[in-house]
């Protein structure tokens, strides 16, 4: 009996050694995302389509910041993970890139709940004679979260007597996407967009998985937003190079014309104006230095 008894206690102690290897052989996978669109937003279903007239970047420009909201339904089983404090903390970071500038003389950071899914133009103007601004930033957002267990990573190695011992044996990856589209509410024409990347990789045990990817959550979207302030001083140089043709994206798109503070308007690329084309070519160029990190 007490050869028996011996035998059973050290089978109770394996016991959860056993039943984690018999786990760690199948292994499993989890995936989670969360994610809006700017263009699902401005550009919903059903809606109408209106072409984009010519533009007249008016200077100093008023702008507003928002993150463009989720789709009704696809918002995703973790959107409450990102919350509303965090966006408008991120959104402040982009805004502190070029507010104060030169030709700059507002920036406004947009509060999520004031844009509902499928809002639209008519939304953003309403938004626009609230806020005073003459240009909008959407940024849209797709963050997913892959954690996948190894085969390997879920054994506990048991020293009779000595209790149980966890290695790590989560893997995961967080891989976030960050788009920001430039508007002028006059005409709807999108100006520029940029995109800011970032993926962040880990490992955890299985009963702090859950903590590890909010944190990495966190700081992806942390990188994601400076790597896409970087992309947007990129952008805006190169619109402002391109801006000096008189079109917004080249031949065949809408043109492009610039009024000054007392509301004179010049066209970017009038001929024989060499005064003209002057003022017009560094106010854009001007555009392009407000954006640049300090």
């Not at 054994?155 to 960050?178: P, S």
């Not at 798109?253 to 007392?262: D, K, M, Q, S």
């Amino acid at each position: 009996m007490h050869g028996g008894f011996l035998m059973n206690t050290r089978a109770i102690r394996f016991l959860p050694v056993l039943l984690l290897v018999a786990l760690a052989g199948g292994g499993c996978s989890v995936q989670q995302q969360m994610r809006s669109n700017a263009l699902e937003y401005l550009y919903p279903a059903g809606g109408e389509a209106i072409a984009p007239s010519d533009v007249v970047l008016k200077l100093p420009a008023r702008v507003g910041l928002a993150f463009a909201p989720p789709a009704a339904g696809v918002a995703g089983l973790r959107a409450e993970a990102f919350s509303e404090s965090q966006k408008q903390q991120l959104l402040g970071r982009v805004a502190a890139a070029f507010r104060g500038r030169k030709n700059i003389a507002r920036v406004d950071v947009i509060p999520s709940n004031y844009l509902t899914p499928g809002g639209s133009f008519a939304e953003l103007q309403r938004l626009r004679a609230g806020f005073g601004v003459d240009y909008v930033v959407l940024v849209s957002y797709d963050q997913l979260q892959f954690s996948e267990s190894r085969n390997s990573s879920l054994l506990y190695w048991v020293t009779y007597g000595a209790g149980a011992f966890v290695i790590k044996g989560e893997k995961n990856e967080t891989r976030t996407l960050m788009d920001a589209v430039v508007y002028d509410l006059d005409s709807r024409t999108m100006l520029f967009h940029a995109t800011g990347q970032s993926s962040v990789k880990g490992s955890s045990t299985l009963v702090d998985m859950n903590k590890e990817l909010r944190r990495r959550s966190d700081e992806s979207f942390g990188f994601a937003t400076d790597n896409l302030i970087t992309n947007l001083d990129a952008a805006l140089a190169a619109f402002a190079e391109q801006a000096k043709s008189g079109t917004v994206h080249g031949e065949g798109t809408p043109a492009l014309r610039v009024a000054g503070a007392n509301g004179q308007v010049l066209p970017v690329g009038a001929p024989g104006g060499g005064g003209a084309l002057g003022f017009a070519g560094l106010a854009v160029l001007a555009l392009a230095a407000a954006l640049r990190r300090r």
